[in-house]
């Protein structure tokens, strides 16, 4: 099977935030996403002059928006376009008494009571999944960046997943589910992987190899779309680009800013390394699947496997690292601020830590632990 790459200039950008409406008195999600989406159609016509393009999508429950960029060129022009984006869905949702927040779960509400959209694509997904599907409740930050030639996408994404755990880490926001506190930094990034192929990618050295596993897939009924493989980190063979699928949903465009200069900063970096004829450093997959499992577990506490060897150092200075060795791409990128981001993200602290935070000083009542992901969505802090 032929699985052509588009044409995509190097290092460009695009962005997905995955949102959740809540009321905003209670905390508790709203299945408004076709009334919102409607009321921005309707007040703000220019951002659906694409139909196959909105910047404001709906996604698979009916609690959920998406927002997403056009094709950008640095951190900021898609940073400035999702803010673009809030803003309008801010001006639709004021009136209806509702409020957004992202994170990588809802601290309390329960995925059984949850509408899903009415779609052909979402309820194929939960008539094949049935209860691991209706368990999705769950939302992230995706970023796309661009590849000019398709020879580069599986180095690229193996090199990517050396850096998994630092971007699930730095993330890590769903510590709760269903009222409890799991005890992981990331309960996203577990349940996700339930849904048949999600979770970590297979390693393939050539684009080849990609296509004989995504016709093996397709001959044996796996899939029917290649939009269906769900990987952490993927190849958007339609678009050009790899795709970060990795981080939690995040309160504010700041920190997707510092997400974005990462991937888009790793990304390149890899780009020039393999032009000039290097070969990219990869681990054997159970270093990576065990990077996943610390880095869900203990967030910014995760002792991490740095290479094939079996070393390890704690995520945060081998992180602290790689953003000063990655400052002169950031320069050449316009994107040095974003990055220098990574470590106000890891100083501020995570998400999962501030929840965890928020919850102890309103003794345990996770409405405020909402009520704060919603004042930190509006105020951007």
Known sequence: MSLPFATSEQSTLGIEWELALVDRESGELVPAAHQVLAGIEAKFPEIHEDPAHPWVKKELLLNTV???????????EATGQLTEAMNAVREV?????????????????????????????????IDRTQWWGRQMLIWGVH?????????????????????????????????????????YASQR???FQQLPTAGLPFQFRTWEEYEAYVRDMMTTGVIDDVSEIRWDIRPAANLGTIEMRVC???????????????????????????????????MPQWHVQENKWRAARYGLDAIIITDAAGNEELVTEHLAREVERLAPVASRLGCAQELQDIAWMMEFGAGYQRQHEVAAAAGGDLRAVVRYLVDQMRGGV
């Not at 004021?94 to 309820?123: C, I, K, W």
């Not at 599986?154 to 409890?180: C, D, K, R, T």
């Not at 939690?248 to 000039?276: H, K």
């Open 66 to 76: 998406e927002l997403v960029t056009g094709v950008c060129h640095t951190v900021s």
């Open 93 to 125: 949702i004021d009136p209806m008494g509702l409020d957004v927040f992202s994170a990588g779960s809802h601290p309390f509400d329960v995925p059984a009571t949850q509408l899903v959209t009415n779609a052909e694509r979402y309820q194929k997904l």
């Open 143 to 183: 970023v796309h960046v661009g590849l000019d030639d398709v020879n580069k996408a599986m180095p690229v994404l193996n090199g990517l997943l050396n850096y998994f755990p630092h971007f699930q880490a730095i993330s890590a926001s769903s510590p709760f589910w269903e009222g409890e506190d799991t005890g």
């Open 189 to 191: 990034a577990l349940m």
């Open 248 to 282: 939690d949903g995040v309160s504010t465009a700041r920190e997707i800013g510092a997400i974005a200069a990462l991937t888009q900063c790793l990304v390149q970096d890899f780009s020039d390394r393999l032009e000039a004829g290097e070969t990219l450093p990869t």
